[in-house]
Protein backbone atom coordinates (compact mmCIF):
# COMPACT_ATOMS: atom_id res chain seq x y z
CA UNK A 1 0.00 0.00 0.00
CA UNK A 2 1.37 3.77 -0.99
CA UNK A 3 2.52 5.53 2.51
CA UNK A 4 -0.13 8.56 1.11
CA UNK A 5 -3.18 6.13 1.64
CA UNK A 6 -1.79 4.60 4.47
CA UNK A 7 -1.43 7.85 5.88
CA UNK A 8 -4.72 8.82 4.81
CA UNK A 9 -6.23 5.44 6.06
CA UNK A 10 -4.97 6.14 9.96
CA UNK A 11 -6.05 9.99 9.76
CA UNK A 12 -9.51 8.11 8.87
CA UNK A 13 -9.00 5.67 11.78
CA UNK A 14 -8.63 8.78 14.13
CA UNK A 15 -11.43 10.93 13.31
CA UNK A 16 -13.66 7.42 13.78
CA UNK A 17 -11.24 6.75 17.26
CA UNK A 18 -12.44 10.30 18.20
CA UNK A 19 -16.07 10.12 17.29
CA UNK A 20 -16.33 7.17 19.25
CA UNK A 21 -14.62 8.53 22.16
CA UNK A 22 -16.67 11.92 22.21
CA UNK A 23 -19.97 9.51 21.57
CA UNK A 24 -22.64 10.42 24.94
CA UNK A 25 -23.16 7.04 27.11
CA UNK A 26 -26.62 6.55 26.36
CA UNK A 27 -28.02 5.38 22.66
CA UNK A 28 -28.14 8.12 20.36
CA UNK A 29 -30.45 5.89 18.05
CA UNK A 30 -33.63 6.00 20.78
CA UNK A 31 -32.88 10.12 21.27
CA UNK A 32 -35.36 12.05 19.57
CA UNK A 33 -35.28 14.69 17.08
CA UNK A 34 -34.96 18.30 18.17
CA UNK A 35 -34.26 16.72 21.41
CA UNK A 36 -31.81 17.60 24.10
CA UNK A 37 -30.45 14.06 23.97
CA UNK A 38 -29.82 15.06 20.31
CA UNK A 39 -27.84 17.71 20.98
CA UNK A 40 -25.81 15.82 23.16
CA UNK A 41 -25.03 13.53 20.32
CA UNK A 42 -24.57 15.87 17.78
CA UNK A 43 -21.93 18.01 20.15
CA UNK A 44 -18.21 15.46 21.20
CA UNK A 45 -18.01 18.03 23.71
CA UNK A 46 -21.47 16.88 25.32
CA UNK A 47 -20.67 13.53 24.49
CA UNK A 48 -17.58 13.33 26.47
CA UNK A 49 -19.58 15.28 29.65
CA UNK A 50 -22.45 12.95 29.27
CA UNK A 51 -19.46 9.82 29.36
CA UNK A 52 -17.99 11.51 32.55
CA UNK A 53 -21.10 11.86 34.11
CA UNK A 54 -21.53 8.18 33.30
CA UNK A 55 -18.52 7.59 35.35
CA UNK A 56 -19.11 9.60 37.65
CA UNK A 57 -22.84 8.25 38.55
CA UNK A 58 -21.68 4.63 38.67
CA UNK A 59 -19.36 5.59 40.98
CA UNK A 60 -21.71 7.54 43.23
CA UNK A 61 -24.22 4.55 42.78
CA UNK A 62 -21.39 2.25 44.45
CA UNK A 63 -21.17 4.55 47.49
CA UNK A 64 -25.00 5.15 47.73
CA UNK A 65 -25.69 0.98 47.68
CA UNK A 66 -26.71 1.43 51.32
CA UNK A 67 -28.72 4.72 51.29
CA UNK A 68 -31.97 5.28 52.81
CA UNK A 69 -34.05 5.39 51.49
CA UNK A 70 -32.40 5.29 47.91
CA UNK A 71 -32.77 8.50 46.53
CA UNK A 72 -29.84 8.77 43.96
CA UNK A 73 -31.76 7.55 41.03
CA UNK A 74 -34.82 9.16 41.53
CA UNK A 75 -32.60 11.99 41.92
CA UNK A 76 -30.91 11.24 38.47
CA UNK A 77 -33.99 11.28 36.83
CA UNK A 78 -34.61 14.70 37.95
CA UNK A 79 -31.30 16.02 36.81
CA UNK A 80 -32.28 14.13 33.33
CA UNK A 81 -35.37 16.27 33.34
CA UNK A 82 -33.83 19.73 34.24
CA UNK A 83 -31.35 19.36 31.47
CA UNK A 84 -33.90 18.61 29.42
CA UNK A 85 -35.39 21.86 29.53
CA UNK A 86 -32.48 23.50 28.23
CA UNK A 87 -34.58 23.70 24.91
CA UNK A 88 -36.19 26.96 26.42
CA UNK A 89 -32.75 28.39 26.89
CA UNK A 90 -31.56 30.59 24.45
CA UNK A 91 -27.54 29.23 24.67
CA UNK A 92 -28.82 25.51 24.50
CA UNK A 93 -24.80 23.73 24.14
CA UNK A 94 -24.14 26.21 27.25
CA UNK A 95 -27.10 25.65 29.09
CA UNK A 96 -26.47 21.78 28.44
CA UNK A 97 -23.02 21.91 29.66
CA UNK A 98 -23.26 23.82 32.57
CA UNK A 99 -25.97 21.62 33.50
CA UNK A 100 -23.63 18.54 33.02
CA UNK A 101 -20.77 20.24 34.62
CA UNK A 102 -23.04 21.02 38.02
CA UNK A 103 -24.60 17.75 38.35
CA UNK A 104 -20.71 16.05 38.11
CA UNK A 105 -19.70 18.34 40.61
CA UNK A 106 -22.73 17.56 43.03
CA UNK A 107 -21.92 14.01 42.63
CA UNK A 108 -18.01 14.75 43.09
CA UNK A 109 -18.78 16.52 46.51
CA UNK A 110 -21.98 14.40 47.81
CA UNK A 111 -20.28 11.13 47.84
CA UNK A 112 -16.67 12.08 48.92
CA UNK A 113 -15.43 10.32 44.71
CA UNK A 114 -12.21 12.87 45.25
CA UNK A 115 -10.10 14.21 47.68
CA UNK A 116 -11.21 17.53 49.40
CA UNK A 117 -9.93 19.55 51.67
CA UNK A 118 -11.75 19.28 55.34
CA UNK A 119 -13.40 18.99 57.09
CA UNK A 120 -13.04 22.29 58.64
CA UNK A 121 -14.73 23.52 61.58
CA UNK A 122 -15.82 27.33 62.55
CA UNK A 123 -17.49 28.55 65.97
CA UNK A 124 -19.87 31.33 65.21
CA UNK A 125 -21.01 34.22 66.86
CA UNK A 126 -18.62 33.77 69.21
CA UNK A 127 -20.05 30.66 70.68
CA UNK A 128 -17.95 27.77 70.38
CA UNK A 129 -21.18 25.45 70.57
CA UNK A 130 -23.05 27.41 67.39
CA UNK A 131 -20.60 25.62 65.07
CA UNK A 132 -20.30 25.14 61.40
CA UNK A 133 -18.26 22.16 59.73
CA UNK A 134 -17.44 22.49 55.93
CA UNK A 135 -15.35 20.52 53.48
CA UNK A 136 -14.38 21.78 50.47
CA UNK A 137 -13.57 19.92 46.99
CA UNK A 138 -12.25 20.90 43.62
CA UNK A 139 -14.53 20.00 41.78
CA UNK A 140 -15.53 21.93 38.31
CA UNK A 141 -16.89 24.29 39.42
CA UNK A 142 -15.44 24.38 42.80
CA UNK A 143 -18.08 22.87 45.61
CA UNK A 144 -18.61 22.89 49.55
CA UNK A 145 -20.44 20.54 51.57
CA UNK A 146 -21.04 22.23 54.61
CA UNK A 147 -22.94 21.24 57.98
CA UNK A 148 -24.95 23.20 60.82
CA UNK A 149 -26.73 21.45 63.79
CA UNK A 150 -28.45 17.93 62.02
CA UNK A 151 -28.42 19.93 58.41
CA UNK A 152 -26.31 19.66 55.80
CA UNK A 153 -26.65 21.93 52.12
CA UNK A 154 -24.15 20.81 48.98
CA UNK A 155 -23.41 24.59 48.15
CA UNK A 156 -21.47 25.58 44.73
CA UNK A 157 -18.70 28.37 44.43
CA UNK A 158 -20.15 31.26 42.46
CA UNK A 159 -16.97 33.32 42.24
CA UNK A 160 -12.91 33.29 42.91
CA UNK A 161 -10.71 36.20 43.94
CA UNK A 162 -9.49 36.97 46.93
CA UNK A 163 -12.35 35.09 48.98
CA UNK A 164 -14.77 32.38 48.03
CA UNK A 165 -18.49 32.56 47.56
CA UNK A 166 -20.58 29.45 47.94
CA UNK A 167 -24.96 29.17 47.15
CA UNK A 168 -26.75 26.02 48.36
CA UNK A 169 -30.29 26.68 48.25
CA UNK A 170 -31.35 28.75 50.80
CA UNK A 171 -27.80 28.79 52.47
CA UNK A 172 -24.77 30.47 51.60
CA UNK A 173 -20.57 30.62 52.91
CA UNK A 174 -18.61 33.46 52.34
CA UNK A 175 -14.72 32.81 53.09
CA UNK A 176 -11.81 34.68 52.81
CA UNK A 177 -8.78 34.25 55.60
CA UNK A 178 -10.14 31.99 57.87
CA UNK A 179 -13.58 33.88 58.40
CA UNK A 180 -16.75 33.26 56.84
CA UNK A 181 -19.75 34.68 56.90
CA UNK A 182 -22.72 32.16 56.80
CA UNK A 183 -26.09 32.39 56.40
CA UNK A 184 -28.36 29.49 56.96
CA UNK A 185 -32.06 29.32 55.90
CA UNK A 186 -34.50 31.91 53.62
CA UNK A 187 -34.39 35.24 55.36
CA UNK A 188 -31.92 34.04 58.27
CA UNK A 189 -29.39 36.53 59.42
CA UNK A 190 -25.68 36.23 58.37
CA UNK A 191 -23.62 34.28 61.13
CA UNK A 192 -19.54 35.27 61.41
CA UNK A 193 -17.67 32.31 62.05
CA UNK A 194 -13.78 32.12 62.27
CA UNK A 195 -11.58 28.67 61.97
CA UNK A 196 -10.82 26.81 65.06
CA UNK A 197 -7.13 26.83 65.58
CA UNK A 198 -4.65 24.18 64.67
CA UNK A 199 -7.14 23.76 61.12
Known amino acids: MPVRHLVALLALLGLCLNAASAAPAFDCAKAEKGSIAALVCQTPALGELDQQMDRVYQQALVKAANE ?22 DDRPLCVRDSYRRRIAELQARYQLIEGKGPLQYACDG ?12 TDPPTAVVEFGDETSLMVQQQA ?22 TWGYGAAPMRCTLRQGQ
Not at 72 to 87: F, N
Open 68 to 89: HPPTLKAEQRGWIKGRDDCWKA
Open 127 to 138: QPAKAVIATYYP
Open 161 to 182: GSGASYQGRNESLVEKHGVAQV
